[in-house]
C-alpha cells in the first residue's frame, strides 16, 4: 500500500514543481502576472481564461458575484493572453464570492471561491470554458438529426400530396359541352333565334 505522507515528502525534497506537459509547444505556455498596482484598500482577484483545449481565451467577459446574489459586485475583460485581474472592496476579504466568465461561442462558467483573508490578492484563478454546441437549446447533433427527420417528413408529406392530386385528377370527369353527333346537319342554333334577341 502506497504511504502518501512519503509520496508528499519525497517531493518537498525533490522540489517538484508542476508545469504543462507540453508548454514549450503552446503559444503563451508561460504566463506572467498582469503588474497591478497594490491598493491596501482592494482586493485583487487575479486569474486565466482557457478554452477546452487549454489556449488562452482573449475577451472574455469576468463578473464577480457575492455568493447566493444577482447583482455584481466587479467586472473586467480577459487580455490577449487569457489574463485577468478583478478588484474588490477589501470588506470581502476572507468571503466567498462567485467569478464568472462568459465569452461568444462558449458556455458561461461559474466559481465559487474564498478570497485571501491574509493578503489583498487572491492569484491562480482558472476558468476553462467549454464551446457551446447548442442550437435553440439542444446538443447540435440532436439538432441535425430533428432536423433532417422533419425535412424528410415535409419531402414525404409533398410527395403524398402530390400522388393524392394526381389520382383526384384521373379520377373526375372531365365535362365539356360539344355537340351530340347526329345526322342531322343543322347547327344547334339557328340564325333567327339570335337576331331575335339581338333586336
Known sequence: MLNWRVVEDVIKQKNVTLQRVNAEQIPHGQFEKIGVQVDPDTIYVEGLTLDHDSNPLPNA???????????????????????????????????????????????????????????????????KLEEDDYILGMPRLVFVMLAGVVGVALVALGAWCFSCRQKTKDARREYLFTQIPSDDKRPLCEEAAFDIVRK
Open 61 to 127: 467577459r469576468i463578473k464577480v458575484y457575492p455568493q447566493d446574489s444577482t447583482r455584481w459586485l466587479s467586472s473586467n475583460v480577459s487580455d490577449a493572453y487569457g489574463r485577468f485581474v478583478v478588484t474588490l472592496p477589501n470588506t470581502y476579504m476572507g468571503r466567498e464570492v462567485t467569478v464568472s466568465a462568459a465569452a461568444d461561442g462558449f458556455i458561461a462558467r461559474n466559481k465559487l471561491i474564498k478570497l485571501n483573508a491574509s493578503g489583498n490578492g487572491t492569484p491562480n484563478v482558472l476558468l
